[in-house]
């Protein structure tokens, strides 16, 4: 697998971009787009919080976390398309959503700046960046497992830092801050992680599959 990896990466350096690659380009801003506003129910085991002192039924240990999967597309469009398209594919859409039309979760508009979440979405660009420039050897395990930490963890501590110097300039209390951390940058960063793997697992073949029937 590592050489047909190897093989794939020396096609796509090789190929310009050709109307191919447009569609490419624009199919994976749509994906971004679709997972904007696309919820999944991620169900679990967990344990409860009262697990010795009350005597609980099965629904007591399932947990249901609303995940909106846009960081995983966006670890996916930078894996398949590499830094170069990837960063390409999230620009479109990030330009769509200011002047064009609103892709955003609450909207669009340049206004959408003031949002608390967009330091989020500009995330995105340096890590499709940093996502594609370590996949560029190889999709090596220890290459995903990088890529995805490295990638993940910059758009959450863009968006987080992003928050704070917002909610700074609006005086907002620390219980605000620590709110919007938790919601946002709490628990789902584990989520994001998860499913950012697998993301970039199926890009991997993606790329392979799609490159060999080119």
Not at 147 to 173: K, P, Q, R, S
Not at 188 to 211: E, H, Q, R, T
């Amino acid at each position: 697998m590592r050489a047909e990896t190897r093989t794939v990466k020396r096609q796509i350096e090789g190929i310009r971009l050709s109307f191919g690659s447009v569609l490419l380009i624009l199919f994976c801003t749509f994906l971004i787009i679709l997972a904007t506003f696309l919820q999944l129910d991620i169900t679990h085991l967990t344990l409860p919080s009262n697990l010795f002192s009350e005597p609980h039924t099965i629904k007591d240990f399932l947990f249901t976390y609303k995940l909106i999967p846009q960081i995983p597309a966006v670890m996916f469009v930078g894996a398949f398309l590499g830094r170069k398209y990837g960063l390409a594919s999230v620009l479109i859409y990030i330009i769509l959503g200011l002047f064009v039309i609103p892709v955003f979760a609450l909207g669009g508009g340049p206004k959408y700046i003031l949002e608390y979440g967009f330091g989020y979405i500009l995330g995105y660009i340096p890590a499709v960046f940093f996502a594609g420039s370590i996949l560029k050897s190889g999709f090596s395990n220890r290459n995903i497992l990088h890529a995805v930490l490295v990638g993940v963890l910059t758009i959450h501590v863009i968006g987080t830092l992003y928050m704070l110097f917002l909610a700074g300039l609006h005086h907002e209390g620390w219980t605000f801050m620590n709110g919007w951390i938790c919601a946002q940058s709490g628990i789902k960063i584990i989520y994001d992680l998860i499913f950012s793997f697998a993301a970039v697992f199926v890009a991997k073949y993606a790329k392979i599959i799609l490159w060999f029937y080119m």
